[in-house]
């Protein structure tokens, strides 16, 4: 028997499996823990790419960006019919759910597959808090995307016996904070002292930062989520920054208009964009925000950090480059650590503020949580340690007190990055396998609230 865990990203999708010897591992898809939620659907056969391959697209100015769909996590349930085609047998509309029963049917042959006839047992679909709190539409919406996923002619929640999906699979959505207090208490080495304390969930997405406050009750008593912020910035906000310097470089050696503000580069990614946008886009993040990223990262918890960052260190340059038209030379930017700290003051700024928003909210010592847990790919964006959680934590507890709180933050630190994109997976594959007792919220139980096994 398999439980998995499945961490529906806007950007990145993550599978984690728990086997009946309750060993948890990571599904590969091609070499990777990360599943890019984008799909290419070939507009005249409906021929289906899923992941990284049509990612890949999204770099190649080429190819027909109506063809491509990704970022539809943020319209589920509202109706929206992003592009209709028509393979040869009527239109077809393909809608946010649609594109989500898509990709649950690539992760559940990939991973049917690896079972080698073991059955699937329960499958736990993380969301994000705000929707189990204000948008149970998208949670059932979710849900139901999920149920429809089709293997082998068969939908996800099975009723024969002769199936590796099981004959019971269970589907059930969790809270993506839930999932991952579960997946920290479970890596802890000291899960008993937890009880009775509040943990605190930071989780950096693509689009979005989440606060939440996880109330961590003995082992019998369901993790619950007593309070909670977020706003819709995320690591595409930085990486929209960073970019300002290259648009800017493509502006002055080209008749073109570029996006001006970081707000306009993000909503012409959501529209049919240019071609040499979404390249330098990609560009950015990968060569600007994650390789300084990793650099800042190195230095930030050493004493010496502002003066390695003044010297040789923070003045070396990193690049990016890509190209408008592609008969033309590539268009090359230099930035250093000091310069992309520089650049990224509104996204620390829009953090600190969330951050201190939230933790004013409590009283005494209940005001500053008993543990920090950083989440979300977004949480390794290099500089959030020096400029976001230090400043919030001194200016709020004082300089006595700030050591010892900040020290909060270390104790999971599983010093592993790549347990920070993981997390929330493993801690749905956990949930999926009753490692944890979850709690459908009461009053929604009788409307079908998703939290429920049904
Ligand atoms: N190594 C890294 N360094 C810096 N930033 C990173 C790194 N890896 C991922 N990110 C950033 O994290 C963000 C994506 O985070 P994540 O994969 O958690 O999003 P998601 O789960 O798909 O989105 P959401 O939770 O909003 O649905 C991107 O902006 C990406 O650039
Ligand atoms: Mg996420």
Sequence with gaps: MVSIGID?????????????????????????????????????????????????????????PSEIFRRWKMSMATG????????????????PELLTTWLVEHIMK????????????SVVVTVPHGWCRDHVEKCLATREAVRAAQVDGRTCEMKRSDHTLGNKTVVRIVDESIAAAAYALNASSDAAAFVGKNMLVFNIGGGTTDL???RVGAP??????IDTINNNIGGDYATALLLGKHLAAIGSQFDIDVP?????????????????????????????????????????????????LAGKWGQRLLLMSSTVDRNDDPIVTF?????????????????????????????GSERFPYAILMTGGGSRIGGLRNRVIEPVVSELAGPTKAPEILGRFEKLRFNDSRLSTTAVAVGAALVAAGRFYIEPFSAERSQGWPGSAQ
């Design 220 to 225: 019998s008593e369901p993790l619950t989520v």
């Design 110 to 121: 990939d991973i049917t597959v690896d079972l080698g006839g073991e059955t699937l047992d």
């Design 212 to 214: 939440c406050l996880v």
């Design 8 to 64: 529906l990203g806007m950007l990145n999708t993550v599978v984690a499996k728990v086997n009946d010897k309750g060993e948890v591992s990571i599904h590969q898809f091609e070499g990777s823990d990360l599943l890019p939620s984008v799909i290419h659907v070939e507009s005249t056969a409906g021929y289906r790419y899923v992941g990284r391959r049509s990612r890949n697209f999204l770099a190649d100015p080429d190819i027909d």
């Design 335 to 363: 930035m250093s650590c000091s310069e992309y700290l520089t650049r990224l003051e509104p996204f620390f700024e829009s953090t600190r503020g969330i951050l201190a928003r939230f933790l004013s909210r409590g009283e």
């Design 260 to 308: 001006p503000t970081p707000e306009a580069v993000l909503a012409e990614l959501e529209g049919a964009e240019e071609g040499w946008l979404r390249e330098a886009f990609a560009a950015a993040e990968t060569e600007l925000l994650h390789k300084l990223s990793t650099r800042v990262e190195e230095i930030e918890y050493l004493d010496d950090f502002a003066e390695k």
């Design 80 to 95: 929206t019919v992003l592009a209709t085609q028509d393979w040869g047998n009527g239109p077809i509309d393909i809608t």
